[in-house]
């Protein structure tokens, strides 16, 4: 077999894949750049979002999951509400998350991932957001101590962040909720 048929073996492999991760149909993009024109975070982006679709579809996995793109993305639909053939961007890059996680393919130049691991062992653990616990956590693991700490005190004052949180009832229900999470997503989670 010559190297562009393989080649092609492995892009259409990876475009599947991604396509059964995402439950999208990446092969309708017309790379019509409405979803770039839209997005709040396109001025800042590594990759804009119609070129996540193009980059899927020719199989270039290490630039789609080692992208901070697909970690800046606000997930606020403008892209998918946007697009003349229904693509929507913000389950690719879920879809993307997800894989580059199984991977070890995260883009240093972002913290999202730990914060998500904060939030969802917080949910997990009292049942609701303990939004000082959350922040103190995450300043100590990416040690960005002192990065907004003049927002500390409107925010107190505010009552936006109090300082303690009790925990809600039904940790066995949320447990079981998190189980299946983890089976749907092929015990990756």
């Known amino acids: 077999m010559n190297a562009s048929l393989a ?4 892009q259409s492999g990876f475009l599947a894949e991604v396509e059964r ?14 979803c770039t ?9 590594d990759i804009k979002a119609h070129e996540l679709v193009r980059l899927a579809q020719f199989g270039l996995k290490d630039e789609l999951l080692g992208s901070r793109m697909i970690w800046d993305c606000t997930s ?8 003349p053939q229904k693509v929507d961007i913000a389950s690719l890059n879920d879809a993307l998350r997800r894989m580059s996680r199984r991977a070890g393919q995260v883009n240093g130049k972002t913290v999202l991932p730990v914060f998500n691991d904060i939030f969802l062992r917080t949910v997990r653990k009292r049942g609701r957001m303990y939004e000082a616990g959350l922040m103190a956590s995450f300043k100590l693991r990416t040690l960005r101590l002192f990065s907004d700490m003049g927002k500390l005190p409107m925010m107190l004052w505010k009552g936006k ?3 303690w949180s009790a925990k809600v009832s039904g940790r066995k229900q949320r447990e079981e909720l998190f189980r299946r999470a983890r089976e749907m997503d092929g015990g990756h989670s």
């Open 37 to 45: 024109s839209g997005c709040p975070v396109a001025g800042w982006a």
């Open 76 to 83: 606020c639909q403008t892209c998918a509400t946007r697009c």
């Open 21 to 34: 991760e995402s439950h999208g149909n990446l092969s309708a993009c017309l790379q019509c750049k409405k």
């Open 7 to 10: 080649s092609t073996g492995q």
């Open 161 to 163: 962040m109090p300082l």
